[in-house]
Structure formats: structure tokens, C-alpha cells
């Protein structure tokens, strides 16, 4: 029922920029839900990447990405945005977004998201 379509993914060069986009088909997707990002690398388990509450607007971001990625929303195009900079080649994954629902699980956790996209690539080469 819900679809969410992420894009933007590209191959660009380490510190380049990139924008994701994690777009719904109306607002009610998002209205009193949370949007995360999520990453998997070839051969290794999907891992978070940052979370952001739609009604308040609290961010959430992993370690590895703290600083140097940005979290935002677009209430009336119903998208949500990661903002990427200084891209290191440790970034190369396929990007997901996913609505959060539960809130009692950590934002990291998995359990906490009932709808996925299907995934952006980024690549980011040296």
C-alpha cells in the first residue's frame, strides 16, 4: 500500500556531494511517522545511516556519518532528502529509505520500519 521511491544515486569521486531523494505518494506516507536511510555494501548486512521525525524534525545519524551527512524533509513534495558530503569510498552501497512506525526500538534498529524502497546505488570511487 505504501511505496516509497528512492533516487539520485550516482557514481561521483571521494569528497565529491550527492543528494537522495525518498519520495511518497501523498502525505499521509509520513504525516506522524518517521523516514530513516538505511545502506548495504556487497556482502555485508543493510546498516543505518540517519533517521528523521516527520512532525518534529529531530535527526538521528550514525557515527560514520555524522557531520558530513545531512537529514531533511519537504512537507509539501512529501519527499525526504539525505544530503551527502565529503563522500568517502567506505559510502559505496545501495541507499534505502523506509518509513518508521514502532518508536520503541532504537532508530538503528530494523524492527522499528514497516515499508522499504527499493534502493538508490552510490558509488564513490578513488
Known amino acids: 500500500q505504501v511505496q516509497l521511491v528512492e533516487s539520485g544515486g550516482g557514481l561521483v569521486q571521494v569528497g565529491d556531494s550527492l543528494r537522495l531523494s525518498c519520495a511518497a505518494a501523498?502525505?499521509?506516507?509520513?504525516?506522524?511517522?518517521?523516514v530513516g536511510w538505511f545502506r548495504q555494501a556487497p556482502g555485508k548486512e543493510r546498516e543505518f545511516v540517519a533517521v528523521?521525525?516527520?512532525?518534529?524534525?529531530?535527526?538521528t545519524y550514525a557515527d560514520s556519518v555524522k557531520g558530513r551527512f545531512t537529514v531533511s524533509k519537504d512537507n509539501a513534495k512529501h519527499t525526504v532528502y539525505l544530503q551527502m558530503n565529503s563522500l568517502k569510498t567506505g559510502d559505496t552501497a545501495v541507499y534505502y529509505c523506509?518509513?518508521?512506525?514502532?518508536?520503541?526500538?532504537?532508530?538503528?534498529?530494523?524492527?522499528?520500519?514497516?515499508?522499504w524502497g527499493q534502493g538508490t546505488q552510490v558509488t564513490v570511487s578513488s
Open positions: 528523521i521525525n516527520w512532525n518534529i524534525g529531530r535527526t
Open positions: 523506509a518509513r518508521r512506525y514502532r518508536y520503541y526500538y532504537p532508530a538503528s534498529d530494523e524492527r522499528e520500519y514497516d515499508y
Open positions: 501523498s502525505g499521509r506516507t509520513f504525516s506522524n511517522f518517521g
